[in-house]
């Protein structure tokens, strides 16, 4: 678990990456942050397209920066964060709970707040249980 500095940083970094979003279609605006091991936050919102598919989610965004930065060849994620504008849960989508699963270990937490700032938090194991990952390959 995350201290409550750590927090307050990964849930500033969500706010912040959800005021970039590109979401003219849906108007449902996420911001998502992956906290590496080394303290760097590296933060991504849904990039939406007019040929709906083409879209991304906010957690995917996040993550597709931080393999390019590098850092996940050296680093690890100790915790990820995401947050909308409204005041239900949002939490990871399958695909996006399976990206995670490629980067993360299962007890890695993800903090989920609301737009009023109540935090749901549940380990990635709790979103995605009996996964498949790289593990299973080896
Ligand atoms: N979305 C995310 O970015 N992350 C989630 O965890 C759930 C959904 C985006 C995708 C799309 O741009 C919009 O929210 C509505 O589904």
Redesign the pocket.
């Known amino acids: 678990m995350l201290s409550s500095e750590e927090e307050e940083q990964l849930k500033q970094a969500c706010i912040q990456a959800k005021s970039n979003s590109y979401?003219p279609y849906?108007k449902?605006r996420?911001g998502?942050s992956f906290l590496f091991s080394n303290g760097e936050i590296v933060k991504g919102a849904?990039v939406?397209n007019a040929s709906y598919p083409a879209?991304i989610?906010?957690?995917r965004s996040a993550i597709t920066i931080a393999v390019n930065q590098g850092l996940l060849a050296t680093e690890s994620i100790k915790a990820v964060g995401?947050t909308s504008d409204t005041d239900n849960v949002?939490?990871?989508?399958g695909i996006?709970r399976q990206t995670i699963r490629e980067f993360a270990n299962l007890d890695t937490p993800i903090y989920m707040w609301t737009s009023s700032g109540a935090v749901t938090v549940r380990t990635l194991e709790e979103l995605l249980p009996l996964s498949f990952g790289p593990d299973n390959l080896a």
Request: proline letters at 6%; glycine letters at 6%.
């Open positions: 979401s849906s449902f996420v998502a849904n939406e879209g989610c906010a957690e995401v949002v939490s990871p989508c996006c």
